[in-house]
């Protein structure tokens, strides 16, 4: 390696003896060089140089470069010096070699911006004001330009209120521009001075009524959503060209839920840019908001032809629409053409539940075991949607072997583990229901449900009823308003004797979530307690809404045949 290196080096350095046409710092050519010759000193010190920092000798290597750049003036010495030092962190030393690359470039704006760098970096605020300052008012008509290139030169300064101070001293010869107040606005923005960021933006905005960049920072650094939906909405109004102000006005009409003027908004977009996607999917998602399914689904196959990056998002909306319209082949037409990304397992499991309501078990099995999973996560959902199909037809059995044997691939699974105790319940399989459980908790100890679980089915069994309330107290401590949790806890002090206090927890329950089983629950809770006709109503009431559920309908039929 080293015999190839030095040979490689000594070309380079024969490259070095610097003629009238040779290029500057920059790389474009320049007429400014100094006409060196490669003395035995100066090749030594180059060779030197290089070496060291092959070796990652960075001090020997920065040394040698710097004594070259004061010996031979020459700028793009000058520039693997800084860049040397700067590598290094030696910003004293960085400094010094810019300062000489400046004197020997000064017309070049790279020295200029790298000494600007270093200088707030190591929140020198005198000199950059003393290097800003006739930057600035040598700028001429361009110095609005430059106004707005200063915070981006200061975003290395470690102080950011000194840097405000700065910006503000600045640009007070230029308040009558817009951008030395959008200047100020940056700064204030980031010492943290939201206040005063936003009144600058307000005197750019009056200064350049039409300056959509003011506009769009104004908004985007008011914090109420309904007070940057109004100031946009006037912008908008007095700038109806402005499109990107527009696009924002519509995604701010989004944002607090007016969905019907958001759609107008980007309607007219859609009006000047018929081959904006993202547009057009934003039309087609507010239509279907708003209940517009023929103007979504013209969107929607709009952005499909468009093969837009949301073009597979369109497609499992188009699915569901046609599901909704009861027409289950175009909807797996629609979910059938998603053949990858972010969409495809969704499509897949959408399909597996049309072919489902077609009585199609076999094929909507198949469908799914067919599906390419990228995680364990993914085949895990697989699983578990085919264990769901399964118990939809009754096969609580094959349901829970599903799980069980994907869980010989994957035992440490956690949604496994808990969709197979659950299942497991469910098929009468009681002895595997605590090791699926009791290892969830190992692996998840914060995982409430995992808690409940397994205090519930010991609850529901009557079976070591302490345990079981310790238990769910736990889940409760982890997630304290879960209604299904509450349930339980509900469920356990009723099967303790506690039927008052049990009724007081399940009622609790009921009004987070007014689910089927948590009405079986609390309407047993009556029962026991002479509120027959409460009881009735509340199991009445959830019959209507979920007529199929088993827990219910086991529930009613016990006591109210």
């Known amino acids: 390696m080293k015999r190839r290196l030095l040979p490689a080096l000594i070309a380079a350095a024969l490259a070095f003896p610097v003629q009238a046409e040779d290029m500057d710092s920059s790389g474009q050519p ?10 035995p000193r100066i090749l030594y010190e180059f060779l030197l140089a290089e070496l060291a920092g092959t070796r990652g000798q960075l001090g020997l290597a920065l040394e040698a470069y710097m004594d070259l750049a004061r010996t031979t003036r020459d700028p793009r010495i000058a520039r693997r010096a800084a ?11 960085a400094l010094e070699v810019t300062r000489l690359w400046t004197e020997i470039e000064p017309d070049s704006p790279q020295p200029r911006q790298m000494l600007t760098s270093l200088l707030a970096a190591t929140g020198r605020s005198d000199e950059l004001e003393s290097s800003l300052a006739p930057q600035l008012a040598a700028a001429g008509k361009d110095v609005g330009a430059l106004l707005l290139q200063i915070n981006r030169a200061l975003a290395r300064h470690p102080d950011k209120k000194a840097a405000q101070r700065l910006v503000d001293k600045l ?24 206040p005063r960021a936003i009144a600058e933006l307000d005197h750019a905005v009056v200064l350049r009524p039409d300056w959509e ?21 006037g912008f908008v109004a007095a700038n109806p060209g402005a499109k990107d102000a527009r696009l924002a006005y519509a995604r701010s009409l ?27 999917y934003a039309v087609a998602v507010l239509s279907l908001q708003l209940n517009d399914v023929a103007e979504a689904e013209k969107q929607l196959t709009r952005l499909v032809g468009m093969n837009h990056n949301e073009s597979d998002g369109a497609r499992v909306y188009l699915g569901q629409i046609a599901e909704d319209r009861k027409q289950p082949d175009l909807a797996l037409k629609w979910y059938g053409e998603v053949a990858s990304g972010n969409q495809y397992l969704h499509a897949r499991l959408r399909m597996a539940q049309v072919l489902m309501r077609q009585q199609k078990l076999d094929e909507a099995r198949r469908t799914l075991q067919e599906t390419a999973a990228a995680t364990s996560e993914e085949r895990a959902q697989l699983l578990i949607a085919e264990s769901q199909l399964l118990r939809e037809a009754g ?26 105790a659950i299942m497991a319940e469910k098929a009468g399989k009681t002895d595997v229901i605590e090791p699926y459980l009791r290892r969830l908790i190992e692996i998840k100890p914060d995982h409430a449900h995992a808690y409940n679980a397994l205090g519930y089915s010991l609850a529901d069994r009557n079976e070591r009823l302490d345990e079981a309330q310790r238990l769910i107290d736990k889940a409760l401590l982890i997630s304290p308003e879960d209604p299904f949790i509450l349930d339980s806890k509900g469920w356990v002090l009723f099967r303790r004797g506690d039927a008052n206090g049990a009724l007081d927890v399940l009622k609790k329950a009921f009004t987070l979530r007014a689910d089927p089983e948590i009405a079986a629950h609390l309407g047993e809770v009556l029962w026991s307690l002479g509120r027959k006709d409460e009881a009735r109503r509340t199991w009445g009431d959830a019959m209507k809404a979920s007529p199929g559920n088993e827990v219910l309908v086991g529930t009613v039929r016990k006591f109210a045949p």
């Open 395 to 420: 096969r609580t059995n094959d349901a829970y072997a599903v799980l069980a044997d994907g869980l010989k691939a994957q035992p440490d699974q956690p949604e496994l583990l808990y969709e197979a």
């Open 213 to 233: 960049q003011a506009a769009l920072a104004r908004a985007q650094m008011t914090q109420d959503p309904d007070a940057a939906m109004r100031f946009l909405a």
């Open 171 to 194: 640009s007070e010869p230029y308040l009558g521009i817009a951008e030395a107040h959008f200047a100020r606005a940056q700064a204030a923005h980031g010492a943290g001075d939201m």
């Open 254 to 280: 989004v944002a607090v839920k007016q969905f019907a003027p958001a759609r107008r908004e980007f309607q007219a977009l859609l009006a000047d840019h018929q081959d904006n996607g993202d547009v057009v």
């Open 83 to 93: 860049e040397i030092a700067l590598f290094a962190r030696r910003y004293d030393q």
């Open 30 to 39: 320049s007429a400014a060089l100094p006409k060196q010759d490669l003395t």
